[in-house]
Nanobody, 115 residues
Framework: QVQLVESGGGLVQAGGSLRLSCAAS????????VGWYRQTPGKQRELVAV???????NYASFVKGRFTVSRDNAGNTMHLQMISLKPEDTAVYYC?????????WGQGTQVTVSS
């Protein structure tokens, strides 16, 4: 059974930092592209950052320079380091893993940035 478990969300003031983590099990983590998406009420889930199996990263324009995605294949984990957080970064952040036709999601972790 595939499980993606996010952690590290919480409440932070604008300008602050948070580090999200995603622990994966039930998949060969190193062969999957993994990434972070976020969603706010009434809006579609949107891409935040992804890192391919080979380590190539891609970021949404609204987080470039502020967020950094990384992966630890030995530990089956992925991280999202977020700095200079803004109130508009408030959302539920979801971990995602993809390989060919398979896509997996975590349950999400809430990030709230107060002004």
């Amino acid at each position: 059974q595939v499980q993606l478990v996010e952690s590290g969300g919480g409440l932070v003031q604008a300008g602050g930092s948070l580090r999200l983590s995603c622990a994966a099990s039930g998949i060969t983590f190193s062969t999957h592209a993994v990434g972070w998406y976020r969603q706010t009420p009434g809006k579609q889930r949107e891409l935040v950052a992804v890192i391919s199996a080979s380590g190539v990263t891609n970021y949404a324009s609204f987080v470039k320079g502020r967020f950094t995605v990384s992966r630890d294949n030995a530990g089956n984990t992925m991280h999202l380091q977020m700095i200079s957080l803004k109130p508009e970064d408030t959302a539920v952040y979801y971990c995602n893993a993809q390989r060919r036709y398979s896509t997996y999601w975590g349950q999400g972790t809430q990030v709230t940035v107060s002004s």
